[in-house]
């Protein structure tokens, strides 16, 4: 299947863009609703009704926009990626145990993918933390923000930390680590500091510079197609925890470049 495509990059960013304004107006209106539908997946992972419009909603707005395009998404499902066409990978609500909780770090992530399976432009938008990070490929990586009454776009870029002792390390959790876990724990104490930011929030801090590098041991394509882009673009690097690039290998590390293979290196 041809993907039949004759716009530019910043087409493809604007209607990212247009999709996470759809995004936050149904995930922010359900946000700590006292009829918030939870139900639990196979894999006894949670889902609310807000996971569920969001993706139905713009898998509607992408068949009217980009009929040509494929769509990948966590609630339903994986198509054939194989066909040759550009696709669109969506998670509606990344950090949905939080979303339910109240806790407001979650984001819709959205990013689109060419043929090569390498991101092309992505946007991950966080309504409740009232943040929206951006990019495609060699336009740079942004966040947008409100400070007070004015909306703000500012360019973003990784750090410049080079040692790993002198790095700040994020990451969610110690579960999924496998035979690594013993040699992250005592990693620990040989950098400057370690926080358990999470999901969507560490690499989106690693792109800031705020973060050195970001490590999640057991993740899905839509878990990191939008952050790999947007880490990639602030002049940082993203790969497999095994330091494939690219957001197809099960797990990510995005970092600032300059420690990556230190840290592949240290956790092997």
């Not at 360019?155 to 876990?181: C, E, H, M, T």
Request: net charge negative; hydrophobic share 45%; charged share 20%.
């Amino acid at each position: 299947m041809s993907s039949g495509r004759n716009h530019s990059l910043s087409d493809d960013l604007a209607l990212a863009q247009k999709l996470a304004d759809i995004a936050d107006a149904i995930s922010l209106g359900r946000y700590q609703a006292l009829d918030l539908v939870i139900e639990t997946k196979p894999d006894s992972s949670p889902v609310t009704d807000a996971d569920k419009a969001v993706e139905t909603a713009l898998r509607g707005e992408l068949a009217k926009a980009r009929p040509q395009d494929v769509v990948a998404g966590e609630e339903f499902g994986v198509p054939d990626l194989s066909t040759g066409a550009h696709y669109w990978v969506i998670d509606p609500i990344d950090g949905t145990k939080n979303f339910l909780r109240g806790v407001p770090t979650w984001a819709t992530l959205i990013a689109l993918v060419n043929p090569d399976g390498i991101v092309i432009a992505g946007v991950v938008s966080a309504p409740a933390l009232n943040r929206r990070w951006s990019a495609a490929k060699e336009m740079g990586a942004y966040v947008a923000f409100t400070s007070g009454s004015v909306l703000k776009l500012e360019q973003i870029q990784v750090s410049k930390v080079s040692k790993l002792s002198d790095s700040s390390i994020a990451y969610s959790d110690l579960v999924g680590w496998g035979n690594r876990r013993q040699k992250f724990i005592d990693l620990q104490q040989k950098v400057w500091r370690t926080r358990g930011y999470g999901d969507f929030w560490s690499h989106m801090l690693v792109a800031e510079g705020a973060v050195d590098l970001a490590v999640e041991p057991s993740l899905s394509l839509w878990d990191m197609a939008a952050l790999d882009i947007i880490v990639r673009e602030a002049g940082g690097k993203f790969t497999s925890i095994d330091g494939v690039d690219g957001s197809h290998g099960a797990s990510a590390i995005s970092s600032n470049g300059l420690i990556h293979s230190d840290f592949v290196k240290a956790i092997s």
